[in-house]
């Protein structure tokens, strides 16, 4: 299933102070963050409570999204093996216009849903399908209403 407008890739990182200092020194990226993020995630075996400190860095109107995990029940994040850098590939995540449409289509597919949230007040919604059989890696699928796009830095259309 690949639907959406790509504005992403996720990395995992060990240290995400590193990280940012990588881009800081090879770019004049926006950087939004770091800061702590809770959740509790819907995951085929159930909620699963999450802690990572997150940062988005924006180069022109692409993000890269830095995760630094502190607590994943979920495993989602545990799974990608060091590579010897700062940072390590962990998915490619699209923004969908319609989450409905797209939520019924998810149901239609495939690929399995590894972990689901709706932010409360409705203001963003996003899942991970397990793509690693097909591409290598997750699937990140969002939807944000234009507030939140902008809270996070996205660029106006």
């Known amino acids: 299933m690949f639907q959406g407008k790509v504005f992403q890739n996720g990395y995992i990182c060990a240290d995400i102070d590193a990280a940012l200092a990588q881009f800081s020194a090879r770019s004049d990226a926006r950087i939004i963050g770091p800061f ?10 159930g909620p699963a409570w999450q802690v990572t400190r997150l940062a988005f860095v924006w180069v022109d109107a692409f993000q ?46 495939d ?6 949230r709706a932010i409360e007040g409705d203001a963003l919604k996003f899942l991970y399908l397990d793509a690693r059989a097909v591409c290598g890696h997750y699937l990140e699928y969002v939807w944000m209403n ?5 809270q996070l830095g ?3 259309a």
């Open 64 to 109: 890269f999204e830095l995760i630094q995990p502190l607590i994943d029940e979920s495993g989602i994040y545990a799974n990608f093996v060091d590579n010897g850098g700062v940072m390590h590939f962990h998915h490619v995540a699209m923004r969908v216009a319609d989450w409905d449409a797209f939520r019924a289509a998810v149901d239609a597919q």
């Open 146 to 150: 234009d507030t939140r796009w902008a």
């Open 36 to 45: 702590e993020a809770e959740q509790v995630l819907s995951t085929p075996e």
């Open 111 to 116: 690929l399995p849903v590894v972990l689901e």
């Open 154 to 156: 996205g660029p106006v």
